[in-house]
C-alpha cells in the first residue's frame, strides 16, 4: 500500500469510524456546587415566577370581533298650551334620531319646534346679529347673513317680537325660529325610558362566542329586569333605565335633560379562556363626555325638519332637538387559553438540569480539592 493510499485511508477511518462523546466531570466543591446550583435555581425561579406566572407565558392570547345594537323603549305624553306642540304621545320613533347609529344612540329629551313654515317673506329674527336696521338703505336686497333665515328683500320692518327693534325683511322659510327653551325639559318621563343593549363577541381563533344576554336568561328575566351594579344577578341585566344610568355617572346631571349631552357606555369583557368559559362576562361602566361647566358651546342640540303637502301649499315642521348622545364602547381584553406547546417547551428547560445530574452520575468521578 503506498504512501498516498494509507494517507487517505486514515482520513476516511478517522471521520467514519471514529465516535465523539462528551466527557462530564463532577466537580466536589463546596463554591462550584452552591454557585451551580444558584444558576440551576434562578433559571427555575425565572420560568416558573416570571414566565409561568406573571407573564403567563404558556398562553396564547386573541383578539375579538364585537358588535353592538341598542333598541329603546318608553312613551312620554306632553300637553304643553304655552307652545306650538300641544297635546301629543311620544315614543321610541319619535325621540330616538336617527333610527339607528353605528355603536350609538341619541334621545331627544327638549325641543324647541316651529310648526306650519311656509316660503314667503316675514322679519328675520331679532337675535341675528346685522339683522337690525333703521331705514331700507340698512338691507341690502339679495343679501344672505351667515347666520341668518333667508335672503334680505331690502326691506326695513318693525319686529312683533322685540318692541322698539326693526330688523331686516327676509324670503325664507317663515316664520322664523323662535328659539326660547321651556323652563322644563319637554320629555319629562325621558329618565324612565329604557334602553337595551345587545353586545355579541366571538374569538376567531377560539371559535367561542359569547353575549352580554347570558345563557341563563329568560324572556320572563328580560322583561322585568333593570340593570343594578350591586345586585349578584341584576348586574348583567343589559336593560338599563336612563335615569339610572345618569346616576352611575357620578356627574352633574341636573340639565342635561334641559340643554342634552354626551355620555359614554363602556362594556368591557375580562376573559380567561384557563377557565369555564361561563365566566367571561361583561361589566358596564358609565361616563358624562361633555363638560356642562364649559362658558361656551354646551350640552348637544342639532336641527331636522318634516316637510308635507297641504292642499297646495309646501309646508314644515322645524324641530331644534336637545337631548342626550349615547356613545357605546366594547372592550375585550386579549383573551388567553393554555398553549401547549409553550408549556411543554417550559418545562422541558427545567427538566433538562435533572437529566443533566442523572447523566453525570453514570460516567466516571473526579475530585478536586
Not at 130 to 140: A, E, L, M, P
Request: hydrophobic residues 40%.
Amino acid at each position: 500500500m503506498g504512501v498516498k493510499t494509507q494517507a487517505a485511508w486514515k482520513v476516511f477511518s478517522s471521520n467514519v469510524f471514529d465516535y465523539e462523546t462528551q466527557k462530564v466531570v463532577q466537580i466536589n466543591s463546596l463554591k462550584i456546587g452552591i454557585t451551580y446550583r444558584l444558576i440551576q435555581l434562578g433559571i427555575v425561579l425565572y420560568v416558573a415566577v416570571w414566565v409561568m406566572y406573571y407573564e403567563k407565558g404558556y398562553q396564547a392570547f386573541d383578539e375579538a370581533v364585537s358588535g353592538v345594537t341598542a333598541k329603546l323603549k318608553g312613551v312620554a305624553y306632553t300637553n304643553l298650551t304655552d307652545t306650538n306642540i300641544g297635546a301629543t304621545v311620544w315614543d321610541a320613533a319619535d325621540y330616538v334620531i336617527p333610527p339607528q347609529q353605528r355603536s350609538a344612540f341619541f334621545v331627544m329629551t327638549n325641543l324647541v319646534m316651529t310648526p306650519g313654515q311656509t316660503l314667503r317673506t316675514c322679519e328675520e329674527s331679532h337675535d341675528i346679529a346685522g339683522n337690525d336696521c333703521t331705514s331700507d338703505k340698512d338691507c341690502n336686497s339679495g343679501n344672505i347673513v351667515m347666520l341668518g333665515s333667508g335672503v334680505q328683500t331690502g326691506r326695513c320692518v318693525a319686529s312683533t317680537r322685540k318692541a322698539n327693534l326693526s330688523v331686516c325683511e327676509i324670503y325664507g322659510w317663515c316664520p322664523t325660529e323662535y328659539d326660547v327653551l321651556p323652563k322644563d325639559f319637554i320629555l319629562a318621563n325621558a329618565p324612565n325610558f329604557t334602553v337595551m343593549l345587545k353586545n355579541s363577541i366571538e374569538f376567531p381563533r377560539y371559535h367561542i362566542k359569547r353575549r352580554n344576554i347570558l345563557g341563563w336568561m329568560d324572556k320572563k328575566f328580560l322583561s322585568n329586569c333593570r340593570y343594578n351594579p350591586n345586585s349578584e344577578k341584576m348586574k348583567y341585566c343589559p336593560i338599563f333605565r336612563l335615569g339610572d344610568i345618569m346616576e352611575y355617572t357620578e356627574a352633574e346631571h341636573k340639565h342635561i335633560w334641559n340643554k342634552g349631552g354626551m355620555v359614554s357606555i363602556h362594556i368591557e369583557w375580562n376573559c380567561d379562556l384557563d377557565y369555564n368559559e361561563e365566566q367571561c362576562l361583561p361589566k358596564y361602566i358609565f361616563r358624562r363626555l361633555d363638560d356642562f361647566d364649559s362658558p361656551v358651546g354646551k350640552g348637544w342640540n342639532f336641527r331636522f325638519s318634516h316637510h308635507y303637502m297641504e292642499g297646495n301649499v309646501h309646508k314644515r315642521n322645524l324641530v331644534k332637538a336637545y337631548g342626550i348622545q349615547f356613545f357605546i364602547t366594547v372592550y375585550v381584553c386579549p383573551p388567553t387559553m393554555r398553549n401547549h406547546k409553550v408549556l411543554a417547551a417550559n418545562v422541558a428547560i427545567v427538566h433538562r438540569f435533572d437529566t443533566a445530574d442523572a447523566y453525570s452520575s453514570a460516567v466516571s468521578k473526579i475530585g478536586i480539592s
